[in-house]
């Protein structure tokens, strides 16, 4: 049954705003229905737009006052918009179904809002889907709930049947007002979740939220999995109550319980040393952190620091760094010591480093302006770009193009799938580097005079295509078949011989080209 | 003057000095004769078509664009000529005429292979008569003058799309009038290689 | 207009090989797919060749003479004498100017003995517009026209040789070669837009000119003013189909640095790449680009929403990508 307000039992709230100007216009009209609905059945509401209610009561039937709100640019516009939000009622006495259809698509400018407040039987299930709600509140059902909405207030009260919350952008707060005895599932990713409780409930607790924390004034014991928190409130074996956000706070209370004894679980682990004594993966125990963003121009001495998210900005650190995040960017500016940092995903971003450097990252781009005593640079995926480096170097990707612009030391390259440039240092007449690609170019660029012992490998399908190419002469060319592939191989002395020189690229080429000058590289100011 | 441009032949003819008029007309006359005779079906118009379309080039060399291609006005000058023929109602009468072009025969080939010859030259010309001149002017430009769609539109005054639309039209007359096995196989292929 | 009846179309266009590199290989898919197209394709190439038997027509000599005449221009020299016209009102018309050249001729007969001497003349160019040509055309040259001179030691492969008319003395040959070819212009020119997208799109070659290209796509194309959407869908391509890892690195970062139009553009195959690349690194460049198209305040589509929504909850996935995909989903409001 499709009801239109204008043809049910209507009073008709008009508000009028002045023709001459263009201020807009709005129209509010109000419908109220009474159906059956059985004390067994079912209620779903579909309303894209505007604010849903819904209170258990003990009397049987359904309940529904409906207030639509039409704003336009003129009369013609709030007209359109009335004849084109539509409540639309399904059902029986066994499901009862509410729906708000909108026109998505409208030739005049108007926008329009349904507020539904719903009295059903308290035993009912409920379902509700939205999209831009600005409250959905649910009190007093025994029935199972499930709540769908992309933003909004979602306010549970009194919901004491099995719950299922899901919701992307705003709020969730469900209080019992008795003893949980179902199961609740709270997900959401950019929402703060406060579940309260009577304060002698007997629950399994499960959080998880990646930067936000996750704090309670119940006791509770609990052990961290990574970002995963497992806690039992009181007594075991009670239902399972599971808050997911990704950016949000997530806070167990107790009815009754003064805030301020809120606990921050994650400070505790770090307090109790739960880090450092836990045998888990370097992974997990970041996740156990809190998540903290840093950002300081100067740090006296050394710097230690560890998150589970967030990013880290320093402009100068006057002695060694020691920076793991378990996702953010690192930026440091200069580090006059030894620096290891590390991220599980994100981007690093390093200036000056005076001492070695442990650089990885779990996926994301790797860049160092410069590497003074040379060290470990890796990313498991995404481009590494060294400026300059002066000491035995090893890089690595895990898929991208690896550059290094004025290699001073040994060099060990190698990437899955990506080309490797290598500069080396004019002033070196010989040094050792590597540089292996499974799935690229290789290029290396020496001065004239430069010294080595070249054996550099292509291993292709296309024979024709790839190949090994050298501005220095001295070298010797051989292929052979390897399979369904062709390997060609170039060995040979440059100027005479000196340090080795392996190359390996498979379906690429191996470019050896001499370059004159020195190289010059403008970078951008430091942070 | 074998040396020069269209371009510069025709500043030539367009400062007054006629000239360049034996090395343009044997740089064109083949294709424009060809075009015309293949179009009207008719050696003796065929003839005036060609003869008059290098008189009236040369006489208004002034209406030549540097920009243009020479062969495209040249063709744009004869299809009109052509069209004005056909227009007049007592040379409709002799669109009929069928002309066989007796070739001398080449020294290597069979008697067989001539005859074949001969045969489908006969089969192509009735095939073409079978088109609609609007489509017979464009798949002589396109098939046998290899012009642009572009150049086609520009010396038949329509669209690419009108030239595209008649091309097409006249092709799939064309495979049904000529009766091609459309899995020719073995000969498909070698004609292909 | 179905599939098969606008591929039909183009098949002329195929012969002539005038069809653009994208739709020749359009129309050459559909035709090894499509058995009733495969038919149709293989009695029009039959029926174009079967055209080739008509022979060209030997050109009557008298319409040269006569055409000379008409503009006063001296005969050619021809061995046999043919009659001048067949139609009698133009052999009239031919006496009447024989009898003017007779007359007339006398008079000039001393100045016209000695060669033309060509005077330099102002000559007239009233506009010059450049020839386009297409980087990888077909051409037909007459051998007078091309320079003897060959330069550069060029490839040369797949040759043939033609003789269409055995009876005159001319013979053909067909050849591919390899030229070097250097193309300059703005980069928000059509060719140089096009060039630079079969580049990209040209997987089958992984030398350093794709690697390369990709490199020099992303400093040009992410100046402001510069931004393409050809060049967009390119990188869209590149990142939905290639099998190098490093390349669809790249592509994702290059469009993320081209700016929010870019994004929009290709906004469903940054959500694919987001949603199923194996790399972690291409779905943090996915992901940072949604990011940057929601920051400059596109409205995400529902698909869109929803694959955000799937990462940030998804325990599997990089926590970085996760936090990111919760920071863009942030935005979305009514």
Redesign the interface.
């Given at each position: 049954m499709r009801v239109r307000l204008s043809s049910a039992c209507v009073a008709l709230g008009l508000l009028l705003a002045s023709t001459a100007s263009a201020r807009p216009m709005a129209a509010t009209d109000r419908l109220s229905e009474t159906l059956s609905l059985g004390i067994g059945g079912s209620f779903w509401i579909d309303n894209p737009i505007g604010s849903i209610e819904i209170v258990g009561t003990d009397s049987p039937g359904l309940n529904v006052t409906a207030v639509r709100t039409v704003t336009g640019e003129d009369q013609a516009a709030v007209n359109e918009g009335r004849e084109q939000t539509v409540i639309n009622f399904q059902g029986d006495q066994n499901v009862r179904f509410i729906q708000t259809v909108v026109a998505q698509t409208h030739a005049r400018n108007w926008n329009s809002t349904v507020a539904y407040t719903i009295r059903v039987p308290r035993t009912v299930h409920v379902r509700v889907a939205s999209r831009f709600a600005d409250r959905i509140r649910i009190a007093n059902i025994a029935g199972n709930v499930t709540v769908k909405s992309l933003t909004g207030l979602i306010t549970l009260d009194g919901v004491s049947g099995a719950s299922i919350i899901d919701i992307t952008n705003g709020k969730v707060v469900f209080h019992y007002t008795q003893k949980p005895s179902s199961h609740a599932q709270i997900q959401a990713v950019n929402a703060d979740i406060d579940v309260s409780v009577p304060p002698d409930s007997n629950l399994n607790w499960i959080a998880d939220t990646l930067r936000g924390d996750v704090l309670t004034n119940l006791p509770v014991r609990a052990e961290f999995q990574g970002s995963l928190f497992h806690g039992t409130v009181n007594a075991p074996g009670g239902p399972n109550i599971t808050t997911q956000t990704a950016v949000g706070n997530v806070r167990l209370l107790g009815n009754g319980l003064p805030i301020t004894n809120l606990k921050s679980l994650r400070q505790v682990a770090e307090s109790q040393n739960v880090v450092a004594q836990q045998k888990m993966l370097v992974a997990r125990s970041l996740m156990l952190r809190p998540a903290r963003r840093v950002q300081l121009p100067i740090v006296s001495g050394g710097f230690d620091f560890a998150t589970s998210v967030g990013d880290v900005s320093v402009g100068e650190i006057r002695g060694p760094a020691r920076i793991q995040t378990a996702a953010g960017e690192i930026e440091l500016g200069m580090v006059y010591g030894d620096c290891n940092v590390g991220s599980l995903g994100g981007p690093l971003d390093l200036g000056d480093i005076m001492g070695t450097l442990t650089a990885s990252t779990g996926a994301g781009d790797v860049q160092v302006r410069s590497a003074a005593l040379g060290g470990h640079i890796s990313t498991a995926g995404g481009m590494i770009r060294v400026l300059y480096t002066a000491g035995p170097t090893t890089l690595e990707s895990g898929g991208g193009d690896i550059v290094v612009r004025q290699a001073a030391g040994p060099i060990n390259a190698t990437t899955q799938s990506g080309d490797i440039t290598i500069t080396a240092d004019p002033n070196q007449n010989t040094q050792k580097i590597v540089a292996r690609t499974e799935q690229g170019n290789v290029f290396i660029n020496l001065h004239p005079r430069f010294g080595a012992d070249i054996d550099a490998t292509v291993v292709t399908a296309n024979p024709d295509l790839n190949s090994i190419r050298s501005d220095f002469s001295g070298l010797q060319i051989r292929r052979e078949s390897d399979g369904n592939k062709t390997r060609i191989r170039a060995t040979g002395k440059l100027n005479g011989g000196g340090e080795r020189i392996d190359l390996y690229a498979e379906d690429g080429d191996i470019h050896i080209t001499t370059i004159s000058g020195s190289p010059v590289t403008i970078v951008p100011p430091l942070p | 003057m074998?040396?020069l441009s269209d371009q510069e032949l025709m500043?030539?003819v367009?400062?007054g000095?006629?000239?360049p008029?034996?090395e343009i007309?044997?740089r064109y006359?083949?294709r424009i004769?060809?075009f015309a005779?293949?179009f009207l079906k008719n050696?003796?118009a065929a003839?005036?078509a060609?003869?008059e379309v290098?008189?009236k080039m040369?006489?208004h060399a002034n209406q030549f664009?540097?920009?243009a291609k020479l062969s495209t006005w040249l063709f744009s000058i004869t299809a009109n000529w052509c069209r004005d023929y056909l227009r007049k109602a007592d040379n409709k009468a002799k669109e009929a005429e069928d002309v066989l072009?007796t070739?001398?025969a080449?020294a290597?080939?069979s008697p067989e292979r001539n005859l074949e010859?001969r045969e489908?030259?006969r089969r192509?010309?009735k095939a073409l008569g079978a088109l609609t001149p609007e489509q017979r002017e464009a798949i002589l430009l396109?098939?046998?003058q290899?012009l642009?769609?572009a150049e086609i539109a520009q010396i038949s005054g329509c669209s690419e799309g009108a030239v595209?639309?008649r091309?097409?039209r006249a092709?799939e007359t064309?495979?049904k009038a000529?009766a091609?096995?459309?899995?020719?196989g073995d000969?498909?292929l070698n004609?292909?290689s | 207009m179905s599939e098969c009846d606008v591929m039909r179309e183009g098949m002329p266009l195929l012969l002539t090989e005038s069809l653009d590199p994208v739709r020749r290989e359009l129309t050459h898919s559909h035709i090894e797919r499509c058995p009733a197209c495969g038919d149709e394709w293989n009695g029009l190439r039959e029926t174009w060749r079967l055209m080739g038997e008509l022979p060209k027509v030997e050109v009557p000599a008298s319409i040269k003479e006569r055409v000379l005449e008409a503009v006063g221009q001296p005969r050619p020299q021809v061995a046999t004498v043919v009659p001048l016209f067949r139609r009698v009102v133009l052999r009239r018309l031919a006496e009447a100017a024989a009898l003017v050249v007779l007359v007339g001729g006398s008079y000039y007969a001393g100045h016209r003995t000695r060669p033309v001497e060509l005077q330099p003349t102002q000559a007239t160019i009233n506009s010059v517009a450049p020839a386009r040509y297409s980087i990888a055309e077909s051409r037909v040259f007459p051998a007078d026209l091309v320079s003897p001179t060959i330069e550069g030691r060029p490839d040369i492969e797949n040759v043939s040789f033609i003789d269409t008319n055995p009876n005159d003395d001319a013979i053909g040959l067909s050849f591919d070669i390899t030229s070097h070819v250097t193309v300059t212009g703005r980069p928000t020119d059509k060719s140089m837009v096009r060039l630079l997208r079969y580049m990209l799109e040209n997987h089958e070659t992984m030398s350093p000119s794709r690697s390369k290209a990709i490199d020099w796509v992303r400093a040009t194309y992410s100046r402001p003013g510069n931004a393409d959407p050809e060049i967009a869908e390119a990188l869209g391509n590149v990142l939905r189909n290639d099998a190098h890892q490093n390349v669809r690195i790249k592509a994702a970062d290059t469009l993320k640095h081209m700016g929010a139009s870019a994004a929009s553009d290709t906004r469903e195959i940054l959500v694919e790449a987001l949603k199923n690349d194996p790399n972690p690194a291409v779905r943090i460049k996915a992901v940072e680009a949604l990011a940057n198209l929601a920051r400059s305040g596109v409205q995400l589509d529902s698909a869109t929403i929803d694959t955000l929504r799937q990462k940030a909850v998804q325990n599997s996935e990089n926590v970085y990508v996760r936090v990111k995909a919760a920071e863009v989903l942030s935005s979305v409001h009514q």
């Open positions: - | 074998k040396h500043a030539i367009q400062a000095e006629f000239s008029a034996s007309y044997d006359s083949s004769y060809n005779y293949r050696s003796e003839e005036d060609t003869q290098f008189v040369l006489r664009h540097g920009d072009v070739l001398p080449p290597e080939h010859r489908n030259e192509i010309q396109s098939r046998y290899g642009s769609y595209k639309t091309v097409f092709m064309l495979k000529l091609v096995d459309a899995g020719g000969r498909c004609a292909m | -």
